[in-house]
């Protein structure tokens, strides 16, 4: 069973850095994609990042330039590094892990595994 644990969320204001984690368990990188999503209030739930098994990132237009997937195969961790944060940028972000080998699904139903989720705040 796949269980993701998030930390490293909180509040900033515009401009500034926070980094988020997800602690993994019960998959092996080499076989999933793992993505991270955000939901503002009253807002769907959207792919912000994804890393699929080879390490091909890709970003929303949103984000691009100012954010940084990545994954460390040998602690099972993924991470996003946010930087240039912007008060749009508010929303719980979770980490999500699909069982994809060498691509990434695209909406949020097709990624079974969910962390609890993050809360992040930007104030401008």
């Known amino acids: 069973q796949v269980q993701l644990v998030e930390s490293g969320g909180g509040s900033v204001q515009a401009g500034g850095s926070l980094r988020l984690s997800c602690a993994a368990s019960g998959l092996w990188y080499g076989r999933y994609c793992m993505a991270w999503f955000r939901q503002a209030p009253g807002k769907e739930r959207e792919k912000v990042a994804a890393i699929d098994s080879d390490g091909i990132t890709r970003y929303t237009d949103s984000v691009k330039g100012r954010f940084t997937i990545s994954k460390d195969n040998a602690k099972n961790t993924l991470s996003l590094q946010m930087n240039d944060l912007k008060p749009e940028d508010t929303a719980m972000y979770y980490c999500?892990?699909?069982?994809?080998?060498?691509?990434?699904?695209?909406?949020?139903?097709?990624?079974?595994?969910w962390g609890q989720g993050i809360k992040v705040t930007v104030s401008s």
């Open positions: 999500a892990a699909a069982f994809a080998a060498g691509w990434c699904p695209n909406g949020p139903n097709d990624f079974p595994g």
